[in-house]
């Protein structure tokens, strides 16, 4: 178990990994163009033809994504940590169903987790 626990990323072995980096590279307020009421405002039931540059924004990113990474597709939907360890895992969990190894359905977690992650891999299906 300690030769994984040290495999664990992480600047120290006392530190978080993801709450560091969110917190290091997180902008202040009025840094950000995505706090620009023009930008960020869009109303959620905006009509199509009113959100087309979102669209094309989001389109082009998501090709970057797919080409920098190797990946067949990406989502842009999860919102915030929670949402993208859960997307995660249920993409984890389907990969292992496509294979027939449904039975792999343990997710370790390391102590210094954030209370999320247990959380999501119970919703997520897994021990």
Request: with cysteine; charged share 20%; net charge negative.
């Given at each position: ?17 993801a709450g560091l ?61 929670a949402q993208g ?43």
């Open positions: 178990m300690h030769a994984l626990e040290r495999k664990d990323l992480a600047l120290n072995p006392g530190d978080d990994p980096l969110h917190h290091e590279t997180e902008r202040r307020g009025g840094d950000d163009p995505d706090h620009l009421p023009e930008f960020a405002e869009l109303h959620p039931f905006c009509p199509v033809e009113q959100a087309e540059g979102y669209q094309q924004m989001i389109a082009q990113l998501s090709d970057w994504l797919v080409k920098l990474t190797g990946y067949d597709a990406v989502c842009m939907q999860p919102n915030s940590g360890e859960y997307a995660g895992l249920l993409a984890i969990r389907h990969y292992h169903e496509s294979r027939n190894e449904g039975h792999r359905d343990i997710c370790l977690i390391p102590s210094s987790a954030h209370g999320t992650n247990p959380a999501s891999a119970q919703m997520a299906g897994m021990q």
